[in-house]
Structure formats: C-alpha cells, structure tokens
C-alpha cells in the first residue's frame, strides 16, 4: 500500500547547508548534494532543498547545487526559495529538480501555479503555505512566514488546488522550530480540503509527533530538518518507529 | 561502461529526460537524448519517457517519432516505456480519449476510484510475479516512487502488480516491450536495479 513519505528538508544558504541532520563520517557536513544523497541513504523518501541565500544574485550558486545534487540523488527532490516566475522555474528544473516549490509568488499571482503545472505537469509544483493560528482559523503569511496577507490557509489551499498544484507543503509557523509537535488541527483541515497530497511541516520534536500528524492530521508525508537533534537518532529509527505503531512506512529501504 | 548498446531516450516534448538521463549516466550506459527519428532507428534500445498529461504523448505524432519507435520495437529491440512512456502502449487514456496509443497492450488507461486521492504520488510496493526479467534480483514487496493520476488495468504481460484502490500494471513485458508506470529513475537502489536490468536485456 502506499506508505506515509518522511522528507528530510536542508536550509541552503550560499551553497552551504546550514540547517539539517549533523552528520559524523561525511568529508563536508555543509555540502548539499553530500548531505542529500546521505540522508536517502539513511532512508528518506524526499529530499527538500529550501535556498534560504538573502541575496538574489546568488542564484547560480544553488542552481550548481541542484545540479550536483541530481547526478547522484535517485530519490525525488524539490527545490523552492527565491522562485518568483517560470524562467526561475524553468532554470531549476534544467538544472535537474524533480519538483519546485513556490510560496510568495504564488500567494502574490495564482496563476503562476498553472503556468508552471502547463510546462513540467502538476505533478512538479508544490505550493507552499506558511500559516499560523488568528481568531477565528489560520492565516497565510508570506515572506519567511512573517508578513501576515488577511488571507485564510484553508481557502488558499483550495485554490491552489484548483490552480493545478500537485501537492500542499504546510508549514505551521507556530510550531516551526518548537519541536512541540506538528499542527494537526491545521493539517486536517488542509487535507479535509484538498485532494493532492498534504506535506505536514513545522514542528516535528519526535517519534510520536508523525505519528500524531499521521493519524490525527491525515499528512500524506511529513517533513523535518533539525529534529535529529532531539532524541531520534536517524531516519531508521524513526521509521522502525513509525512502523511499530502501524504507519505505512518504506522501510527497509 | 555495462554493454556496448547504444539507449535512446525519446524527445517528443514531454518534460522530466534529465533525470532519466542522468540514472543511466550513473549506470555507465551509453545514451543518447534525442529528437531525430534517425537517431531512435540507428540506437539499440529505446526508452519512451513522459510525465504529465497523457496529451503530451501528441508530441510523438507531430514528429514521426511514433513511426520510429514502432518501428523499433517491431523489429525487436529493447523498449523501455517509463509513466506516460508505458501507459501509451496500451490502446489509451481516459485522461486524452481523442488519442490512440500503440495499442500493444489490450484496455485503456482510466481514473483511480473516488475512495483514494489522486494524484497517487510516493512510494508503494510491487507485487512481483516469477519470471519477470525486469524485475530480476528485485525483491517483493520492493518500494518505488510513482506520481500519476491515471493507472494502467491489469493485463497478461503485467508482471508486476501494485495496490492503490485496487490493483493496477506496475510493470509489464512483453519479449522487447517493457514498461513501468513508476519513475525507476526516483526510486533509489531498487530502481537503478531494474534500469541495469534493463541495459542487459
């Protein structure tokens, strides 16, 4: 059956990974293409790469990125930050990228969406939603999830989806960075509304947080970037975890 | 460099042939991307990738690419369809009803059942059937990656099943014909597997 998908996010910033699984026994801890082809070895399903680089003029460095990353990463990747247009789109995907995934420049033209599902199919755009809780239900934010747009999460999902987004990536930015757990409330609500997937984000401290997203958020994947720090030792553990409390999970892999 | 035969992978407009490229690059094997009808006649081996709409597949009829992979694979060579690649050898979609496929397989393409999301997207296991030369040293119960809306029905030549809404082709083959609805080139050491499978043939 189809198994609930664990997706390792790296935070590139100039080419360099600055958020993610530390590893020992790697020549260069801070190479994305290393750490990505170590953590499919460790057994993610995905790969992320978020190029989090403030300046827009280092652009090619993270399109050198993806392409080193995709000579010898056979798993999916996506590749989202600083994607304002197509021809952002179009350079990503030439250098290799699986998926991309937009945000802003979604929120600020949702036709960008069908555009770019019109190119490289829906199955490669991922609209990203960063919300947070207000009276009431929950907000899209935008730039880095700090600047509120008076917009609902839920209602946005959905026209994303009809946009011809292939999948929704949820970022509670509430709970970004707690480590108290995934907002499953928020991603029920997301996963009640659409039907593409759903990529839990935000919040991820342990074991039991996917589990909970799983059952109680209905997430078709979830996703991490520094939870390793905290109590789960590798993605196999996690896994081997998952497993235990009967989550469809690729593994062994 | 495993074998000496030359794969072409078709161009016909539909996206996604870097990666498939890059897989048999890391394989060893001798590719080549192309376009040209001449090129597909002159290689040892096809492959027919294709993600997206099943409309796309109108890409190799503009081109006389169709006439030349048909060509090939009557001859006898090696054929490899990938996603849109395989599903094109059935006699159609449901997603693109005005355009034929090359109707090697009997039955079309159709939806999944409302009780299951669609896209079907992620990684979901192959129920293996003996002797299926693709699938050599692959074990059951294996994981690949699949991303599609549409699902292949289940025919003689499929020698590998999958379970989403009910059971649909992962994999059929046919003596040169070989197609898989998952993306071998996305799902890690078991895909490269059957890429490798796939250059010896």
């Known amino acids: 059956?189809?198994?609930?998908?664990?997706?390792?996010?790296?935070?590139?910033?100039?080419?360099?990974?600055?958020?993610?699984?530390?590893?020992?026994?790697?020549?260069?801890?801070?190479?994305?293409?290393?750490?990505?082809t170590a953590h499919a070895r460790d057994g993610a399903d995905e790969i992320v790469l978020l190029d989090i680089t403030a300046t827009s003029d280092k652009r090619n460095t993270m399109l050198d990125v993806v392409r080193r990353t995709a000579r010898c990463l056979f798993i999916p990747f996506t590749v989202g930050g600083g994607i304002r247009g197509l021809s952002d789109a179009e350079a990503v995907?030439?250098?290799?990228?699986?998926?991309?995934?937009?945000?802003?420049?979604?929120?600020?033209?949702?036709?960008?969406?069908?555009?770019?599902?019109?190119?490289?199919?829906?199955?490669?755009?991922?609209?990203?939603?960063?919300?947070?809780?207000?009276?009431?239900?929950?907000?899209?934010?935008?730039?880095?999830?700090?600047?509120?747009?008076?917009?609902?999460?839920?209602?946005?999902?959905?026209?994303?989806?009809?946009?011809?987004?292939?999948?929704?990536?949820?970022?509670?930015?509430?709970?970004?960075?707690?480590?108290?757990?995934?907002?499953?409330?928020?991603?029920?609500?997301?996963?009640?509304?659409?039907?593409?997937?759903?990529?839990?984000?935000?919040?991820?401290?342990?074991?039991?947080?996917?589990?909970?997203?799983?059952?109680?958020?209905?997430?078709?994947?979830a996703l991490a970037a520094s939870i390793f720090h905290f109590g789960i030792e590798d993605i196999g553990q996690l896994k081997r975890e998952l497993q235990a409390a009967n989550v469809p999970m690729r593994w062994p892999c | 460099m495993i074998g000496s035969k030359t794969i072409a992978i078709v161009d016909y407009g539909a996206g996604n042939l870097n990666s498939v490229k890059k897989a048999f690059d890391y394989l060893g094997a001798e590719v080549v991307v192309t376009t040209q009808p001449e090129a597909v006649a002159a290689a040892d081996k096809i492959v027919l990738p294709g993600v997206g709409h099943f409309s796309a597949l109108g890409g190799l009829d503009n081109t006389g690419l169709r006439d030349a992979v048909l060509e090939g694979a009557s001859a006898g060579k090696p054929f490899l369809g990938i996603c849109l690649g395989m599903q094109w050898l059935f006699e159609g979609s449901d997603e693109a009803p005005e355009l034929a496929g090359a109707g090697i397989f009997a039955g079309r393409c159709r939806q999944f059942p409302s009780s299951v999301k669609s896209p079907h997207v992620g990684w979901n296991s192959l129920a293996i059937r003996?002797?299926?030369?693709?699938?050599?040293?692959?074990?059951?119960?294996?994981?690949?990656?699949?991303?599609?809306?549409?699902?292949?029905?289940?025919?003689?030549?499929?020698?590998?099943?999958?379970?989403?809404?009910?059971?649909?082709s992962a994999v059929v083959e046919q003596e040169n014909i070989f197609g898989v609805q998952f993306h071998p080139e996305k799902s890690w050491t078991v895909g490269l597997l059957i890429l490798k499978n796939f250059c010896g043939v």
Request: glycine share 10%; charged share 20%; hydrophobic share 45%.
């Open chain 1, 1 to 36: 059956m189809l198994t609930k998908r664990i997706i390792a996010c790296l935070d590139v910033d100039d080419g360099r990974v600055v958020k993610g699984v530390q590893f020992v026994n790697l020549r260069d801890a801070g190479d994305p293409a290393e750490c990505a």
């Open chain 2, 130 to 168: 003996e002797g299926s030369r693709l699938l050599h040293n692959v074990a059951s119960d294996s994981f690949v990656y699949y991303t599609h809306s549409f699902q292949s029905p289940v025919v003689a030549a499929t020698t590998a099943a999958t379970e989403y809404g009910g059971r649909f």
């Open chain 1, 93 to 221: 995907f030439a250098a290799g990228a699986d998926k991309i995934a937009i945000n802003s420049a979604a929120v600020k033209d949702s036709s960008l969406i069908g555009k770019i599902a019109a190119r490289f199919g829906s199955q490669a755009v991922v609209v990203a939603i960063d919300a947070r809780r207000v009276s009431g239900g929950f907000e899209v934010f935008v730039a880095g999830g700090r600047t509120p747009t008076g917009r609902d999460a839920i209602l946005w999902a959905r026209e994303a989806a009809a946009c011809g987004a292939g999948e929704i990536m949820l970022t509670s930015m509430d709970r970004d960075g707690t480590q108290a757990g995934f907002d499953c409330e928020l991603t029920q609500l997301v996963a009640d509304a659409v039907s593409i997937p759903v990529i839990a984000s935000g919040g991820a401290g342990s074991a039991q947080d996917f589990i909970d997203v799983f059952r109680n958020g209905s997430a078709d994947a």
